[in-house]
């Protein structure tokens, strides 16, 4: 089974935990307390008629913690960046923890940012077309969710493995074509070594 680590990641206070409590059970908990640390949950999904092991890692929002991030990023396979859609600092705060990742886990990481909390309608401070704008310039899949009714979260987990399973074959494909380069560079050198040793000892055709 494929086991694929897919990090939570963003300001405290954003819905990093009720969207994965969500996934796993079904469920909202409106005195969800903050993450200490960093908190883990797995589950296992099929899709494209492959059973699918996600462990999702819960990372804590909060200054303090932030030490602990280098651990649990470093070998993730995707980081899902959380905002709260009514908080603008927490929607500000996108680019650092942007910036945190790639220097951690490298530039080719897979991001998704999501806006969660949609359900508050009437306190939103950022609208769809804002946040749409600053995904479409980083060039990362973007996702509105609401942990409180369930709105888009099987959805966002479904495209975040299939994201993670689309780059693992590419990542097959440029290994092999890679394997099959150095072979044939293999081959030449091998050949280039047979003429000399027949020109060496003056045979020729």
Not at 159 to 175: D, F, P, Y
Not at 181 to 201: F, H, M
Request: contains cysteine.
């Amino acid at each position: 089974m494929n086991k694929f680590k897919i990090c939570f990641i963003g300001d405290e206070g954003v819905g990093k935990t009720s969207i994965i409590t969500r996934f796993i059970y079904q469920s909202f908990d409106p005195d969800t307390q903050s993450t200490v640390g960093v908190d883990f949950l797995s589950k296992t999904i099929n899709i494209e008629n492959q059973s699918i092991r996600l462990q999702l890692w819960d990372t804590a929002g909060q200054e303090r913690f932030r030490c602990l991030l280098p651990s649990y990023i470093r070998n993730s396979s995707l980081a899902v960046i959380v905002y709260d859609v009514t908080n603008t600092e927490s929607f500000e705060n996108l680019d650092f923890w942007l910036q945190t990742v790639k220097e951690i886990r490298g530039e080719d990481v897979i991001i998704f940012y999501v806006g969660n909390k949609t359900d508050l309608t009437d306190q939103r401070k950022i609208s769809t077309e804002e946040f749409e704008k600053k995904a479409q310039e980083k060039g990362f899949i973007h996702f509105e969710t609401s942990a409180k009714t369930g709105t888009n979260i099987k959805q966002l987990f479904n495209k975040v493995t299939l994201a993670i399973m689309n780059n693992e074959k590419k990542s097959k494909k440029r290994s092999k074509r890679f394997s099959n380069k150095q072979n044939v560079v293999d081959i030449k050198l091998n050949n280039q070594g047979e003429t000399k040793e027949k020109e060496d000892s003056g045979w020729c055709c």
